[in-house]
């Protein structure tokens, strides 16, 4: 059965490409992006179709080998053959690429074979017009840095492709190095290939149900195809295949959302998912912490980080696989530099609580614990570290390092301890301020009841009293709200201040269940699953809490990666 996909809601692309294309709903063009940026620096090329020298609408279909483009005056094929090529096969459309770029120019570098170079981006782009009569020519830029002997230049970015005899045919390949020539193969040899690959991986996903509704068989295989699609090759700081956030926006990795994707490619093998759970410690620092965010060849970003929930992801590996000792070792060195980074760097006034320097670094950037100040000692920090050294001792254990075990057990009943003193307060757990110890006294954030991600480890009466809490404030029709909707600062877009998020459901519904509340975990799971199939219909970065509508960043990996871990473990 094909899989149909949107690709104004997840890029078009596949496994290992650092190319891809998307729409806008009811635009004119295409857009063609270099997934090795980010954000605004992504988009390369627009992409529209023409015909009798004008532009036309079109209509799209795709499935997971290539995009059909249809129109009265013929139809465009589009595929990639490989990570940094696509392929556009036409009859009776012609093509028109339009560069975006800042600082670049173009030239023919031989006949039929036309290269931009795009200086802003770091980048060549390189057309074959084995087909089709190819035109390089504008944009005219006529200021008065560009001008020559007082006229304009031509910069020669633009590259139109007119049907010879009703046909075109063009690879282009995006490229960090300049290559010379390029050539298309055969394109139905291609396109099985590609069908083929990405068969071979639908293969390994889970059966569903077998009462599932079909809408929701399809779009559990759309959202295979979104987790298929956004891995980028082993390069450069990727030492893996890697999968980002996504091929559009956050074409990029950040140091928490690869916990989620790694537990969802648990289901592929076990060195997919290390693959994905190591993707950030191949950069971490001699002093144990680990970056922001990252790309190759582009930026490591520093001064910021994301909270240590990576003992919980490699406790539940440990749950689904047996590792070999070599494996348990290196992974054990790097999650005792990470957690003794956050001890000793992020404790500011010495308590023994560490604390979040700002949002950013909680994950949550704006959440409402972070309106009164720097340095918030939040109870989610502590909860994860506990659970960071428990699976430290776990290892330990299984290393036969038995002092370690013990000791790695002491301080996390010692931190345990700690943050049940500076963060319990009224029957509630609070955030508070380093130094002062200052707090909100009603907290609207639903990040201070995170600490139900220790399951068995909170003691009952705290459990009952927070799991009571998210139940009866933050709970709405469609899953938990980042900020409770009576709070005076819920926002329906605030990012954090509202929208629900897909890794806040997983670590709260793991936690709820562990903690004797599996009642309560089904119902936030499930109401997730259904805003996500039947109201947003698609896996958005979030999502409103109130109508369910996706806001922000469709076709994100990690709502993709608990959307399939929800739907395998509340199946029923």
Same mark, same amino acid.
């Given at each position: 059965?094909?899989?149909?996909?949107?690709?104004?809601?997840?890029?078009?692309?596949?496994?290992?490409?650092?190319?891809?294309i998307?729409?806008?709903?009811?635009?004119?063009?295409?857009?063609?992006?270099?997934?090795?940026?980010?954000f605004?620096?992504?988009?390369?090329?627009?992409?529209?179709?023409?015909?009798?020298?004008?532009?036309?609408?079109?209509?799209? =279909?795709?499935?997971?080998?290539?995009?059909?483009y249809?129109?009265?005056?013929?139809?465009?094929?589009?595929?990639?053959?490989?990570?940094?090529?696509?392929?556009?096969? /036409?009859?009776?459309?012609? *093509?028109?690429?339009?560069?975006?770029?800042?600082?670049?120019?173009?030239?023919?570098?031989?006949?039929?074979?036309?290269?931009?170079?795009?200086?802003?981006?770091?980048?060549?782009?390189?057309?074959?017009?084995?087909?089709?009569?190819?035109?390089?020519?504008?944009?005219?830029?006529e200021?008065?840095?560009?001008?020559?002997?007082?006229?304009?230049?031509?910069?020669?970015?633009?590259?139109?492709v007119?049907?010879?005899?009703?046909?075109a045919?063009? =690879?282009?390949? #995006?490229?960090?190095?300049?290559?010379?020539?390029?050539?298309t193969?055969?394109p139905?040899?291609?396109?099985?290939?590609?069908?083929? @690959?990405?068969?071979?991986?639908?293969?390994?996903?889970?059966?569903?149900?077998?009462?599932?509704?079909?809408?929701?068989?399809?779009?559990?295989?759309?959202?295979?195809?979104n987790?298929?699609?956004?891995?980028?090759?082993?390069?450069?700081?990727?030492?893996?295949?890697?999968?980002?956030?996504?091929?559009?926006?956050?074409?990029?990795?950040?140091?928490?959302?690869? &916990?989620?994707?790694? *537990?969802?490619?648990?289901?592929?093998?076990?060195? %997919?998912?290390?693959?994905?759970?190591?993707?950030?410690?191949? *950069?971490q620092?001699?002093? !144990?912490?680990?970056?922001?965010?990252?790309?190759?060849?582009?930026?490591?970003?520093?001064?910021?980080?994301?909270?240590?929930?990576?003992?919980w &992801?490699?406790?539940?590996?440990?749950?689904?696989?047996?590792?070999?000792?070599?494996?348990?070792?290196?992974?054990?060195?790097?999650? @005792?530099?990470?957690?003794?980074?956050?001890?000793?760097?992020?404790?500011?006034?010495?308590?023994?609580?560490?604390?979040?320097?700002?949002? &950013?670094?909680?994950?949550?950037?704006? !959440?409402?614990?972070?309106?009164?100040?720097?340095?918030?000692?939040?109870p989610?920090? /502590?909860?994860?570290?506990?659970l960071?050294?428990?699976?430290?001792?776990?290892?330990?254990? =299984?290393?036969?390092?038995?002092?370690?075990?013990?000791?790695?057990?002491?301080?996390?009943?010692?931190?345990?301890?700690?943050?049940?003193?500076?963060?319990?307060?009224?029957?509630?757990?609070?955030?508070?301020?380093?130094?002062?110890?200052?707090?909100?006294?009603?907290?609207?954030?639903?990040?201070?009841?995170?600490?139900?991600?220790?399951g068995?480890? #909170?003691?009952?009466?705290?459990?009952?009293?927070?799991?009571?809490?998210?139940d009866?404030?933050?709970?709405?029709?469609?899953?938990?709200?980042?900020?409770?909707?009576?709070?005076p600062?819920?926002?329906?877009?605030?990012?954090?201040? !509202?929208?629900?998020?897909?890794? /806040?459901?997983? *670590?709260?519904?793991?936690?709820?269940?562990?903690?004797?509340? %599996?009642?309560?975990?089904?119902?936030?799971?499930?109401?997730?699953?259904?805003?996500? &199939?039947?109201v =947003?219909?698609?896996?958005y970065?979030?999502?409103?809490?109130?109508?369910?509508?996706?806001?922000? %960043?469709?076709?994100?990996?990690?709502?993709?990666?608990?959307?399939?871990?929800?739907?395998?473990?509340?199946?029923?």
């Amino acid at each position: 059965m094909n899989t149909t996909i949107d690709i104004s809601h997840i890029p078009f692309s596949r496994y290992g490409a650092y190319v891809s294309i998307t729409a806008e709903e009811d635009s004119d063009f295409l857009t063609i992006h270099n997934v090795r940026k980010r954000f605004e620096d992504g988009p390369a090329l627009k992409l529209s179709f023409w015909h009798g020298g004008r532009q036309i609408g079109f209509s799209q =279909a795709a499935t997971p080998e290539r995009l059909v483009y249809t129109a009265p005056a013929g139809k465009v094929s589009i595929y990639i053959p490989d990570d940094e090529t696509m392929v556009f096969v /036409s009859e009776g459309m012609d *093509l028109y690429f339009r560069a975006l770029v800042d600082y670049g120019y173009g030239t023919e570098k031989e006949e039929n074979q036309f290269i931009i170079m795009n200086a802003g981006q770091k980048s060549h782009t390189l057309f074959g017009v084995s087909a089709g009569k190819g035109t390089l020519s504008g944009p005219f830029v006529e200021d008065d840095i560009w001008k020559w002997n007082g006229r304009p230049v031509d910069k020669r970015q633009d590259l139109r492709v007119e049907c010879d005899k009703g046909k075109a045919l063009v =690879a282009m390949r #995006l490229s960090m190095e300049e290559v010379t020539h390029i050539e298309t193969s055969e394109p139905d040899e291609d396109i099985q290939a590609i069908k083929s @690959e990405w068969q071979a991986f639908l293969a390994k996903m889970p059966d569903s149900r077998p009462d599932m509704p079909e809408t929701e068989k399809e779009f559990g295989r759309v959202t295979w195809y979104n987790l298929w699609s956004s891995f980028a090759r082993a390069w450069d700081v990727y030492h893996h295949d890697t999968m980002l956030m996504s091929k559009k926006y956050m074409s990029s990795v950040w140091s928490w959302d690869h &916990c989620f994707n790694a *537990l969802a490619m648990a289901e592929v093998s076990q060195q %997919a998912a290390l693959e994905q759970f190591m993707a950030p410690f191949v *950069l971490q620092a001699a002093n !144990g912490v680990l970056p922001d965010m990252w790309n190759p060849y582009m930026e490591v970003v520093w001064a910021v980080t994301k909270p240590p929930i990576h003992g919980w &992801c490699f406790g539940k590996l440990m749950d689904k696989f047996d590792f070999p000792p070599e494996t348990l070792s290196v992974v054990y060195g790097h999650l @005792e530099k990470w957690t003794n980074w956050w001890m000793e760097y992020r404790d500011e006034d010495g308590d023994g609580i560490p604390a979040y320097p700002q949002g &950013c670094d909680s994950g949550w950037d704006n !959440g409402s614990v972070f309106d009164n100040g720097y340095f918030v000692a939040s109870p989610d920090l /502590s909860a994860f570290l506990v659970l960071q050294m428990n699976t430290l001792a776990r290892i330990a254990d =299984a290393l036969d390092e038995n002092p370690k075990a013990v000791d790695w057990r002491r301080r996390s009943e010692e931190l345990l301890r700690r943050m049940h003193e500076t963060n319990w307060k009224n029957d509630r757990f609070v955030a508070v301020m380093s130094h002062s110890h200052d707090y909100q006294p009603e907290p609207g954030c639903l990040l201070v009841n995170m600490p139900v991600v220790l399951g068995e480890l #909170l003691d009952k009466d705290k459990m009952a009293k927070t799991a009571k809490r998210i139940d009866e404030r933050f709970l709405t029709e469609h899953g938990l709200a980042t900020e409770a909707p009576d709070s005076p600062r819920y926002e329906a877009d605030g990012y954090w201040r !509202g929208p629900i998020w897909a890794p /806040s459901t997983y *670590l709260m519904v793991d936690g709820l269940r562990r903690g004797g509340y %599996a009642e309560l975990a089904a119902k936030i799971a499930k109401r997730y699953l259904h805003m996500s &199939c039947h109201v =947003a219909k698609g896996n958005y970065e979030n999502f409103d809490a109130l109508t369910g509508q996706g806001l922000r %960043a469709p076709g994100y990996t990690w709502s993709a990666s608990v959307y399939m871990l929800l739907s395998w473990e509340f199946a029923d």
